[in-house]
């Protein structure tokens, strides 16, 4: 089976770690600020501050703009649960609004109708690798004086207009083993606001700044040494990793029929953490690619506002039509840099088999 995931880590990463063990610094320390120095200067942030995985990322970032009871946050219900999880944590009220049909991302025209004066924050989701519209997004939200939370969990090194995700003010990143890099766990904030980076640091660890001294209630948010160690050996072949992954998706792009490929807005680096396809009736596409041995996956089945824990809250009943078609719809098929030319060449021969079995794809695209 041709697996949707395959992390990579090599030589680089285990010499790193192995160097942290050694030197008995195994919690935060000097790894975890060269990590934030290298992964600033990556995305062009003035700031970056390491933290234990993209969800307390995010949930860092709300804390430290006090986000809390009676404030709005703005998101989309197309994404993993932990985009509107920490907006729940901090006692705020989600607002899901609907995504664009080709790129998956949030529709802006939707956000304009949704901001009131209780809006206290966006977070636009980057999702599949592809950015949000961050350009419009973020002027429409400067005009209101909100700030925006780019989640740029599956958007590591991906630009648009001339601008790489986690520059846009602020941003959340997950190195989960799955994603474009890893640290094994691990996550990071991003931000241009020195305030922002101050505040986040201290929530991180404990609100102390002097050992011992709480000054404000805090949380234990710490990357460790030993992970910071696997970044440092991941971050300099995040570029190579993303284009061979462009160099796989160009190939499907230009191979696979009866399916529709990924939309790239002009001006946009897409950096295919996924490679979906909008295929009709996924999950009976799915079946038949794994009995031809090539794994595929539906992200995610079920929209946030559906889930449980927002559910519980009203949620589930807010109408996202463009959300509810494409989760039916909507299928990821292999494309990390772990994947040989001819597994490639498997995945495209497979995907085509299948959607002369299946029929076209939907008709509006
Ligand atoms: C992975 C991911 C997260 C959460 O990151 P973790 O490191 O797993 O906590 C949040 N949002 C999106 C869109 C993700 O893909």
């Not at 600020?33 to 860092?60: K, M, N």
């Not at 961050?134 to 939370?149: D, F, Q, Y």
């Not at 996924?282 to 031809?292: D, P, V």
Request: net charge negative; proline share 7%; aromatic share 6%.
């Amino acid at each position: 089976m041709i697996p949707i995931a395959r992390p990579q880590v090599g030589e680089e990463e285990k010499a790193l770690v192995w160097s942290a063990m050694e030197s008995g610094q195994l919690a935060q320390g000097a790894r975890v600020r060269e990590f934030e120095e290298q992964f600033a200067d990556f995305v062009g942030a003035p700031h970056a501050v390491a933290v234990s995985s993209g969800t307390t990322a995010l949930h860092l970032a709300l804390l430290g703009l006090d986000i809390g009871p009676g404030d709005e946050v703005i998101t989309v219900a197309f994404t993993f649960t932990a985009t509107a999880s920490p907006i729940l944590h901090v006692g705020a009220t989600p607002v899901f609004i609907d995504i664009e049909p080709r790129t998956y991302t949030m529709d802006v025209d939707q956000l304009k109708a949704a901001i009131t004066p209780r809006t206290k924050a966006i977070i636009p989701v980057s999702l599949y690798g592809l950015p949000a519209d961050m350009t419009a997004i973020t002027a429409l939200a400067e005009r209101h004086g909100i700030p925006v939370i780019e989640d740029a969990c599956q958007a590591h090194g991906a630009d648009r207009d001339g601008r790489r995700s986690g520059n846009w003010g602020i941003g959340a990143f997950s190195f989960y083993p799955t994603k474009n890099m890893t640290t094994g766990e691990g996550g990071i904030i991003t931000t241009d606001d020195q305030q922002l980076a101050d505040r986040t640091r201290l929530l991180r660890e404990h609100g102390m700044r002097e050992r011992y001294r709480p000054e404000i209630l805090g949380y234990n948010f710490r990357m460790t040494d030993v992970h910071a160690s696997i970044g440092l050996g991941q971050l300099p072949k995040l570029p190579d990793a993303n284009a061979r992954r462009r160099a796989i998706a160009a190939r499907y792009d230009e191979a696979l029929a009866r399916v529709v490929t990924p939309f790239v807005p002009a001006g946009v680096t897409h950096v295919y953490h996924q490679y979906t396809l909008r295929v009709g009736k996924a999950s009976e596409f799915g079946s038949r690619l794994e009995a031809r041995g090539v794994g595929s996956n539906v992200y995610y089945p079920v929209p946030v506002h559906r889930q449980a824990p927002f559910r519980a809250l009203g949620l589930a009943d807010t109408a996202l039509p463009v959300t509810e078609r494409m989760v039916e719809e909507i299928l990821s098929i292999p494309v990390h840099p772990a994947l040989s030319d001819s597994d490639v060449d498997t995945v495209i021969d497979a995907v085509n088999d299948v959607a002369r079995e299946l029929g076209p794809p939907p008709s509006d695209s």
